[in-house]
């Protein structure tokens, strides 16, 4: 490589600009947190209950909401500042969060309280999700999209790699509700890197779309059905996200019954698929460059499936292990590739609704998938669970591979779409 293009590169790296290294910072230090009250919440209330239904429970309350509330928030980071819906949200989840432990130690902590509790936290959940992908075209350039969701990713990726043996870890030593309040700081410091960022260019029809309240509620999943190609790409989402969920309700249970392994047995296996997503996102930029993105999801979808089918018949934690951080590797360019799409293919003025519609759909698929893990857990051991999952995205990606529509969506052009963002340095 010339070091003409290394110092292109490097000038393109999206880090320069101190509006996405806050953003960034702000997103390691949060997903961090959620990785441990994921691990810590859902073994307390394993220890606490022993059932894979209350497993399920609290993972469906946690994911239900966003299916009502996504479009609603997607409205209002057209119209508002994402970075003051992105804040507030954050600080209100600090304190849901936070009042899980608080309630633990006044023993008031009882199951029906932390199914209310992930309740209210699912409620603002879109809010961050869907403001990361309205911020990102606004706020780097066009052609540093694909580097940009790649640190994004990343920050994901390095939180499942660090996070999950470090809450097992402290929940063998401490339990799992007071290992809660380090998401509850994470939170508020997220919420203060929000509200310390500068304003972004906001699109002044946003906010004045034609019709009553009701309809402008629906415009996003009105555009959303008219965008022929982002139709398309969120179906097969769905399809792959309802394959995959089964496995998180199963997955403590199989650590438990099959590996005969703890919590931090647990949380090493989601260390070892953070360990592969991170070397995963290294090929991120060779597939963005294939022109036929739909083959490509496929194709990962297929490559996750047959990795977890081994777990099926493994009893060796390490082995689960490798198997499990080989399958992270193979899924892990996926939701870059397919966000920098949909941000390329999505009118500005409209991110916001749509990506709120389109979160609508895909949070569908997280409470029915985790649904039927939950029932096929009542009369199948963990580990065929595991495996129908595995299946499931198999022939979800070969039903992908047979798609016309799915083959024919092309890569846009870095070239001819300007984004609005100045980077600052």
């Known amino acids: 490589m010339s070091i003409a293009l290394k110092l292109k590169q490097l000038k393109r790296n999206p880090l320069r600009d101190y509006r996405f290294r806050r953003l960034w910072l702000g997103l390691v230090i949060s997903r961090m947190g959620d990785m441990f009250t994921s691990i810590a919440l859902l073994w307390f209330v394993l220890d606490l209950t022993g059932s894979g239904a209350a497993l399920g429970g609290v993972l469906f309350c946690f994911s239900v909401p966003a299916i009502v509330t996504s479009p609603f928030l997607g409205r209002l980071l057209d119209i508002f500042q994402p970075r003051l819906v992105m804040g507030l949200d954050n600080f209100l989840r600090a304190l849901i969060i936070g009042a899980m432990p608080t309630l633990y130690w006044l023993g008031l902590l009882q199951l029906w309280v932390i199914y209310l509790l992930a309740l209210l936290a699912g409620v603002l959940t879109p809010a961050s999700n869907v403001g990361v992908r309205v911020l990102m075209p606004e706020m780097v350039p066009n052609d540093e999209l694909e580097a940009a969701n790649g640190l994004l990713s990343a920050s994901e990726q390095f939180s499942v790699l660090i996070s999950p043996a470090l809450a097992g870890f402290l929940i063998t030593l401490v339990g799992g509700p007071p290992v809660l309040l380090i998401d509850a700081a994470s939170f508020l410091v997220m919420s203060f890197l929000l509200f310390s960022l500068p304003d972004v260019k906001r699109h002044s029809h946003a906010a004045v779309l034609p019709g009553t309240p009701e309809k402008r509620l629906l415009s996003g999943f009105s555009a959303l059905f008219q965008l022929k190609e982002v139709r398309i790409i969120s179906t097969i989402s769905f399809v792959f996200f309802l394959a995959y969920m089964p496995l998180e309700p199963a997955l403590p249970l199989y650590s438990r019954e099959q590996l005969a392994t703890d919590a931090s047995g647990y949380g090493l296996l989601w260390s070892a698929f953070g ?46 292990m490798l198997f499990f951080a080989v399958a992270g590797c193979a899924w892990a360019p996926y939701t870059t590739i397919e966000t920098t799409l949909l941000q390329r293919l999505i009118p500005a003025h409209l991110r916001g609704q749509v990506f709120g519609a389109r979160s609508t759909l895909i949070s569908a698929s997280g409470p029915l998938g985790v649904f039927i893990g939950s029932v096929l857990l009542q009369f199948l051991t963990a580990n065929l669970v595991i495996g129908i999952s595995a299946l499931a995205c198999i022939l979800a990606g070969l039903g992908g591979l047979l798609s016309p529509r799915l083959r024919q969506i092309n890569r846009p052009s870095t070239s001819n779409k300007e984004s609005s963002a100045t980077p600052v340095v």
Not at 292 to 299: C, E, K, L, Q, T
């Open 275 to 320: 360990a592969g997503a991170v070397l995963g996102l290294l090929f991120i930029p060779y597939l963005s460059r294939y022109s036929h993105p739909g083959r490509v999801f496929s194709a990962i979808a297929i490559a996750w499936g047959a990795l977890l089918v081994p777990l099926v018949w493994l009893t060796s934690l390490p082995l689960a």
